[in-house]
């Protein structure tokens, strides 16, 4: 599988768009990898996972040819994974010629339910699909298995399994501690690579919704005491805010020596 970790960034980008704290003052100096827009992930030409409001900020910055999309996963309905209106940028006048149409966007019932709401009639080259969690779904060479989050009370919020082969993927973006179910199911797994959200860092608040840097340790070691997680499985964090005060380089020297690599916009991940 060839990955590609779009955007980096919480709900407010990094930095901000409207900040003028000394995390964000300092970013806009420093620029590179302390650039940080909302998050998404794309996997090889045809799969992406989530579509945020910088999705042709992505698309332009790294060359992706999107008329190739075939399935779009979401996560939940919050904007900065879900920007309803860009869907309508996959129509006729907006677009023509898709490679693989209609594109299939899979997520939750309240997601798929907004999605239906807004977009009718054959105009729209999509189709629309309910998935529910640890019900696999086979997308060409790939299978996604959604898995229950914990990031908002009132909707069913999903991360995803990637595999391919023998490459298993995690991509556990808006998640607080998972439940039990989705705990026992991951350890049952091994994986090659974690894509893990650290939205908190080093802050000492309850982890109800988003991870910290002590969350993520915590479930890394207790997938690896379950065999799930090994010395050649890659550990990766992202989807920060800019509340955690610490820059690119300030993130690498906490989390490199737990053998834990720090994601950037753009990072390229091939399993």
Known sequence: MHMQILGTGAAEAWPALFCNCSTCRRARAAGGK?????????INETFKIDLPPDTYHHMATHALDLSRLSHLFITHSHMDHFD???????????AHNLANAPINILGSSAVVDKINAEYQGNR?????????PFAPVFAGELTFTPVLAAHMPDEECLNYVISSGDSTVLYASDTGVYPDITIDYLCGLKFNLLIIECTSGTLDIPPIGHMNFESVLNFVGRLRSAGAVTSGTRVVITHFSHNIG??????????????????????????
């Open 84 to 94: 309803l209106a860009t869907i309508e940028m996959m129509a006729s006048p907006f």
């Open 246 to 271: 610490m820059l690119h380089a300030e993130l690498e020297a906490l989390a490199n020596p737990h053998g834990i690599e720090v994601a950037y916009d753009g990072m390229v991940l091939d399993v």
């Open 124 to 132: 729209f080259p999509i189709k629309t699909t309910v998935i529910k």
């Open 34 to 42: 302390d650039l940080r827009s909302r998050s998404s992930l794309q």
